[in-house]
C-alpha cells in the first residue's frame, strides 16, 4: 500500500522490519481493505482522507515519526484507551496506536503463549515477533495497562523485548481507586517527562487537554449524525475513523474528521445516506476491533444493514466523554484527567453498571433496530458480561444476537447465516 | 405461479415445487463436491417462474440462478409454521450445523441459535460415529433405541468423540450402548440449547437429523412440549424457502 513514488524499504529496514513478511502484510491489508471499503457504495467524499490514511499507514505516516525522532522528538505506543493521550502530548510526546487486529505469525506466539488466548493479544504479539509492525518499532517507549490478565502477562513477554512501562488500572471505581489512579497518572507523567527530556507544565497540559478534547469532539460530531435515517456514513467508515484516531496526528486529523462532519451533517439535511432509509441499523457493542478488523461490520452491511454506533473502544468509549477544560493548576488537570479516563465503562471494572445504559441510551438514541454483541473468543471479561449485556438489551426491547468469534475467515459462513437470520427476524 | 425453493445444504440439496401455495413435486439430492450442479438439474427441469434459495449454498445459488436468497432460519421457521399452524419452535439438525428456533406470532422468529463453527451434535457427528463403530446410520439408531442405557460420552469435539468411541470399543464396551450414549449426548446438547433460546412446545423437528428414529425418540422424551416430525423433515426448508417468496416475507431481493 505504499506511494508508488516513494519507495519506503530503506526506512523500515532501518526500523528493523522483516521486508518480505512486512510486504506480504500490506499487501494482505490491501486487499482486505479493497475488498470491505472500496466496493462500497455512494460513500462520503471525506473518506477520501481516510483511504489515503490507508493507503499510507506504513509509509507516510512512519516518514513522519521518523521524522519527528530524528528531529529529538519521542513516540509513545499504547495499546488501551485508559492511557492518557493527553499526559504524552503535553510532554510533546507523539502518541500511536500499535498494530493488532489481524492474524498473524501465531506459530511464534504460541511457542510464548497459550493457543487459546484472545486474538487481540496474540495479533500484537505476532506483529512484534514477525517484525512487521513500524509503529512498535518506532515507538520508544510502549506503555501498558493491566486492563485483564492475559494482556499483563503480555506485557512481561513483550518487556523482553521492548521499552514497557506498565500502568496499574484499578479495578473498581471507588474513592480509593480514584486516588491510586491519580498516583498512576502521575507515574506516567514523570515517566513521560524522563523519556522525553521535557516538562509537563500547566500550560502545555492545558493545550494537550483541549486538542484531544477537539479530535473527540469532532467525532462526537460524525457519530451524532449516524441517528439519521437514512444514515450518511457507513459504520465501516465510521468504524475507520476511530481507528484511525489511535494513529494520526491529533490536529490535523481533528480538521480532516470536522470537514467530514460537516459533509455528513449536510447530508443529513439532505436526507442522504449510503443505505437505503429504512435499511435494518444495528448497534453493535462488545470488544474493541483494531485496525485492519472489519469482519463484524462487513459481513453485516453486505448482508443489507448499516451499523449505526460503535459501543467499543473503537468507538463511542474512545470519544464520548470529554476531560473539564476549566481547571487552571497541574493538580487540577491531573484529577480532571484520572475522572475522564476511569469513567470509561471497560468490562474490566466491577461493577459496570455504565457499560449497561450505555449500550441502551446509544440503542435507542441512534434508532437502532437491534444490538450485535460480539466478543472475541478467549477474552474471558467480555464474555462473562455478554449475559448481562443481553439481559439489559432485550429488557429495554431490543434483539440481540451473541457472537463470538476471532480474527480468522474461519466462520465467516456461519456468521453471515446468523446475522441475515438476525437481520430477516428484525 | 410456481415457485421453486431449493435448500442447498452440505449434505443434500432440496428441492420443492410450490403452486399457489401447494407442494406440486419435491425431489432430494447428494450434495457430493458440487452441491451447484446438483442443485442446476432441478432448475434445469424448467417447471418454475421463480426460485428462493437458501441453505449454506444460498448466495452462491441466487448468483448462479438468480431470484432471491433467504436463511435457513427463517425458511425453517415459515415451513414449520405452515406445516404445524400451532408451532411454537423449530430443531433443525442438519448435515453440518444445528439451530434452534422459537417462533411468534404467524410463524416469526423471536429468537434463534445456531451452533458455531464445529460439528458438534449434527448429522456430520453421527455419521463420523458410525462409521466409527463400524454401523450404518440405520443401524446405530436401531441400536441407539435397542439398547436400554447408554455410555455417557464426554466429548462433543467430533474428532475428540470419535477417539472416545474407538477407545470404548478396544475395551470392549457394547456397541449398541455406546450407539445410545451418542444420540444421547447431542440430544441433551441440543435440548439445552432450545431452553435457551426459551422453546416452547409444539416443536417441530425437521432436518435430515429428524429421520433418524432415535434422535426423535430421545428429544421427545426429554423436551417438556409436543415434538412433531414432518412427514418429509428434509424438505421442510426448501418448503419454507418457497413460501417466503408468496408471503413476501423476508428473502432479499438482492
Redesign the interface.
Known amino acids: 500500500m505504499s506511494d508508488e513514488t516513494v519507495d519506503y524499504h530503506p526506512m523500515w529496514a532501518e526500523l528493523g522490519l522483516d521486508l518480505p513478511t512486512h510486504d506480504a502484510l500490506l499487501g494482505a491489508v490491501g486487499q482486505l481493505f479493497g475488498d470491505a471499503y472500496l466496493t462500497q457504495q455512494n460513500r462520503p467524499e471525506g473518506m477520501g482522507y481516510l483511504n489515503f490514511v490507508m493507503s499510507e499507514v506504513h509509509g507516510l505516516r512512519i516518514k513522519e515519526l521518523d521524522d519527528y525522532r530524528k528531529s529529538g522528538g519521542k513516540v509513545f505506543g499504547t495499546f488501551c484507551l485508559y492511557v492518557p493521550e493527553e499526559i504524552i502530548r503535553a510532554a510533546a510526546g507523539w502518541c500511536v496506536g500499535l498494530c493488532a487486529g489481524a492474524e498473524f505469525a501465531y506459530d511464534q506466539v504460541e511457542q510464548i503463549m497459550p493457543r487459546n488466548t484472545c486474538s487481540l493479544i496474540k495479533s500484537f504479539m505476532g506483529f512484534k515477533l514477525a517484525k512487521v509492525c513500524p509503529y512498535i518499532e518506532s515507538a520508544d517507549l510502549v506503555i501498558g495497562e493491566t486492563t485483564c490478565d492475559c494482556k499483563k502477562k503480555a506485557y512481561e513477554l513483550l518487556g523482553e523485548m521492548h521499552n514497557v512501562f506498565v500502568m496499574e488500572l484499578p479495578q473498581m471505581k471507588r474513592d480509593v481507586d480514584m486516588a491510586m489512579w491519580r498516583d498512576e497518572i502521575r507515574a506516567l507523567m514523570a515517566k513521560v517527562e524522563e523519556v522525553t527530556g521535557n516538562t509537563i507544565t500547566a500550560e502545555s497540559l492545558k493545550a494537550a487537554i483541549k486538542e484531544v478534547n477537539d479530535k473527540r469532539r469532532a467525532l462526537q460530531r460524525i457519530a451524532a449524525t449516524r441517528a439519521a435515517d437514512p444514515a450518511p456514513i457507513s459504520g465501516k467508515d465510521a468504524l475507520l475513523a476511530t481507528q484511525v484516531a489511535f494513529y494520526d496526528d491529533v490536529p490535523r486529523f481533528t480538521q480532516m474528521m470536522n470537514a467530514l462532519a460537516d459533509e455528513l451533517e449536510a447530508r443529513v439535511a439532505a436526507g442522504e445516506g449510503v443505505a437505503p432509509k429504512g435499511a435494518k441499523r444495528v448497534l453493535v457493542t462488545g470488544t474493541p476491533m483494531a485496525l485492519p478488523n472489519w469482519k463484524l461490520h462487513d459481513l453485516i452491511e453486505k448482508a ?1 444493514a448499516v451499523v449505526v454506533g460503535e459501543e467499543m473502544c473503537t468507538g463511542s468509549r474512545y470519544y464520548q466523554d470529554l476531560v473539564s477544560e476549566d481547571a487552571t493548576t497541574l493538580d487540577e488537570m491531573v484529577s480532571d484527567i484520572a475522572e475522564k479516563y476511569l469513567d470509561i465503562n471497560c468490562a474490566c471494572f466491577t461493577p459496570n453498571q455504565g457499560r449497561l445504559e450505555d449500550v441502551v441510551r446509544m440503542a435507542k438514541a441512534l434508532g437502532a433496530d437491534g444490538v450485535i454483541d460480539y466478543s472475541l473468543q478467549f477474552c474471558g471479561l467480555y464474555e462473562m458480561e455478554s449475559n448481562a449485556v443481553e439481559k439489559a438489551v432485550r429488557d429495554a426491547g431490543f ?1 440481540v444476537l451473541k457472537i ?1 468469534t476471532d480474527y480468522s475467515m ?2 465467516v ?2 456468521l453471515a ?2 446475522i ?2 438476525f437481520l ?2 428484525l | 405461479m410456481r415457485i421453486l425453493g431449493l435448500d442447498i445444504g452440505s449434505r443434500s440439496v432440496d428441492a420443492v415445487w410450490l403452486e399457489d401455495g401447494r407442494i406440486i413435486d419435491w425431489a432430494v439430492a447428494d450434495s457430493g463436491f458440487d452441491p451447484g450442479s446438483a442443485a442446476a438439474l432441478f432448475v434445469d427441469r424448467g417447471a418454475h417462474d421463480a426460485i428462493v434459495s437458501t441453505g449454506y449454498g444460498r448466495h452462491a445459488a441466487r448468483e448462479r440462478f438468480g431470484g432471491t436468497a433467504v436463511t435457513e432460519i427463517t425458511a425453517y421457521g415459515v415451513g414449520a409454521s405452515v406445516l404445524f399452524p400451532h408451532a411454537s419452535s423449530v430443531l433443525d439438525i442438519g448435515g453440518q450445523d444445528t439451530k434452534v428456533i422459537s417462533l411468534g406470532p404467524g410463524g416469526k422468529v423471536t429468537d434463534f441459535e445456531m451452533n458455531d463453527k464445529c460439528a458438534a451434535g449434527t448429522g456430520k457427528f453421527l455419521e463420523v460415529m458410525a462409521r466409527a463403530l463400524g454401523f450404518t446410520l440405520e443401524e446405530m439408531a436401531e441400536q441407539g433405541i435397542i439398547a436400554p442405557t447408554g455410555v455417557s460420552i464426554s466429548s462433543m469435539c467430533t474428532v475428540f468423540a470419535e477417539s472416545e468411541v474407538t477407545g470404548l470399543v478396544h475395551r470392549g464396551e457394547d456397541r449398541a450402548r455406546i450407539a445410545r450414549g451418542l444420540h444421547e449426548s447431542i440430544a441433551k446438547r441440543t435440548l439445552s440449547s432450545l431452553k435457551r433460546v426459551n422453546a416452547q412446545g409444539p416443536l417441530v423437528f425437521a432436518g435430515g437429523v429428524a429421520k433418524n428414529p432415535a434422535m426423535v425418540a430421545l428429544i421427545a422424551e426429554g423436551f417438556a412440549g409436543v415434538v412433531l416430525v414432518p412427514e418429509e423433515a428434509q424438505t421442510v426448508g426448501a418448503f419454507g424457502a418457497a413460501l417466503s417468496a408468496v408471503q413476501g416475507g423476508p428473502a432479499d431481493g438482492r
Open positions: 443489507g434483539p463470538t474461519e466462520d459462513g456461519q447465516t446468523r441475515e437470520a430477516e427476524m
